[in-house]
């Protein structure tokens, strides 16, 4: 008896997606870095295919899909060496939390521009000084009669210079407790008091980096995502779909790497057969190929706790493929590049750019060890530490 992993339109989602790479590439991306932008044109393609906002309810222009499909349309633009970044954060972080808990208006207003790629919205939750920790974000929201007045700083926050708003999370105070609970708030991006300082990354990626500081940001009423005191299932609810991206992203790229490996080694001739005859070459390839799968089958599972509605699940799997899927990617990456030698640093051949991008889904959203930390506690039941 097989098992069916994927059905026939998701295998048609793939090939038709992966089509899209194809015509794009890897050389795309690296002419658009050269000329300093952006994935534009691949972008809106994208959207107006209807990819970008696979996973958003079919009222307001999205796809009627999941989590499921938009990780699959991202993997497969990795693999064709052309991933989409902003899919990790627009649709999937902020697209998932206005569907699931904005308000009427929000959803209106946000979701048909997020699904067909024309509004792009950032993700503001990492802080300087909270780092992994979500419990030490010190950005603090509080109630001026009918607006909400922000302030703290935000970090690391992708995409802000091309994004219409960033889904901002801050703390508000409980007036029961007097305790800081979280909250989202959605600022557009040339409200008064939000500044934002573009940081120098030795990354090469089409979107930047950010910091930003909310000097007294004041927001009208309806700025408010969802309900005051849901705050931490709201935030969750966007940061489980964010980690699954990540693990696609990171399948994707690792995949990339690896076609490019395997073809130079079935071709790249220095004694009387191939190099890719040998086992010091095809057992590296070999293992990197089974983590890589072995991660996807994860991704797979967590996206799919995600669209069922199961958020304790998904998180313990959320965060177990972003994890096994940044080690298989990291090893996938070396390999590749390992294999093909010199050449393997070459701009001709497209695998050098990719070490520093692969460390990338060790580290963020959140880091390996963090996930560690959150295994051992959540599922394994031991002590903490801290």
């Known amino acids: 008896?097989?098992?069916?992993?994927?059905?026939?339109?998701?295998?048609?989602?793939?090939e038709a997606v992966a089509a899209l790479g194809r015509r794009y590439g890897r050389a795309y991306v690296t002419k658009a870095l050269d000329e300093g932008k952006g994935p534009e044109e691949l972008w809106n393609e994208a959207g107006e295919l209807g990819y970008l906002g696979v996973s958003l309810p079919e009222e307001y222009g999205g796809g009627g899909g999941g989590i499921?499909?938009?990780?699959?349309?991202?993997?497969?633009?990795?693999?064709?060496?052309?991933?989409?970044?902003?899919?990790?954060?627009?649709?999937?972080?902020?697209?998932?939390?206005?569907?699931?808990?904005?308000?009427?208006?929000?959803?209106?207003?946000?979701?048909?521009?997020?699904?067909?790629?024309?509004?792009?919205?950032?993700?503001?939750?990492?802080?300087?000084?909270?780092?992994?920790?979500?419990?030490?974000?010190?950005?603090?929201?509080?109630?001026?009669?009918?607006?909400?007045?922000?302030?703290?700083?935000?970090?690391?926050?992708?995409?802000?210079?091309?994004?219409?708003?960033?889904?901002?999370?801050?703390?508000?105070?409980?007036?029961?407790?007097?305790?800081?609970?979280?909250?989202?708030?959605?600022?557009?991006r040339d409200t008064p008091g939000f500044h934002r300082t573009m940081l120098d990354m030795d990354l090469a990626a089409a979107e930047k980096q950010f910091e930003l500081v909310l000097d007294d940001v004041r927001l009208p009423a309806d700025a408010l995502v969802g309900d005051e005191d849901a705050g931490l299932l709201q935030l969750f609810a966007g940061l489980n779909p964010e980690r699954v991206m990540t693990a696609a992203f990171a399948v994707g790229m690792a995949r990339y790497a690896l076609t490019a490996a395997i073809g130079y080694a079935k071709e790249r001739q220095v004694w009387k057969t191939p190099i890719g005859a040998h086992q010091a070459v095809q057992h590296p390839l070999a293992v990197a190929h089974i983590e890589v799968e072995t991660a996807k089958l994860m991704m797979q599972k967590a996206a799919h706790l995600c669209d069922v509605g199961d958020d304790l699940a998904a998180g313990e799997a959320a965060n177990m493929a972003k994890y096994a899927a940044g080690e298989a990617c990291v090893k996938a990456v070396d390999t590749a590049v390992h294999t093909l030698g010199g050449n393997g640093l070459t701009k001709e051949f497209g695998l050098a750019s990719l070490v520093n991008a692969a460390r990338v889904a060790r580290i963020a959203p959140v880091s390996r060890e963090m996930i560690l930390n959150f295994v051992s506690h959540q599922t394994l039941g031991l002590p903490k530490s801290y």
Request: proline share 4%.
């Open 68 to 188: 499921y499909e938009l990780s699959l349309v991202l993997e497969e633009l990795g693999a064709a060496g052309c991933p989409l970044l902003l899919l990790v954060v627009s649709p999937a972080i902020c697209g998932t939390i206005i569907a699931r808990f904005g308000t009427e208006g929000q959803k209106r207003e946000w979701l048909p521009g997020l699904a067909d790629g024309s509004r792009i919205m950032s993700f503001g939750i990492t802080e300087p000084d909270a780092g992994s920790n979500s419990h030490r974000i010190t950005t603090t929201a509080r109630r001026d009669g009918d607006e909400w007045v922000l302030n703290g700083r935000k970090v690391f926050i992708s995409g802000v210079d091309i994004s219409d708003a960033t889904l901002v999370v801050g703390r508000t105070e409980d007036a029961r407790t007097g305790k800081l609970k979280p909250a989202l708030f959605i600022v557009p």
């Open 1 to 14: 008896m097989s098992v069916v992993i994927e059905t026939e339109e998701h295998e048609a989602l793939r």
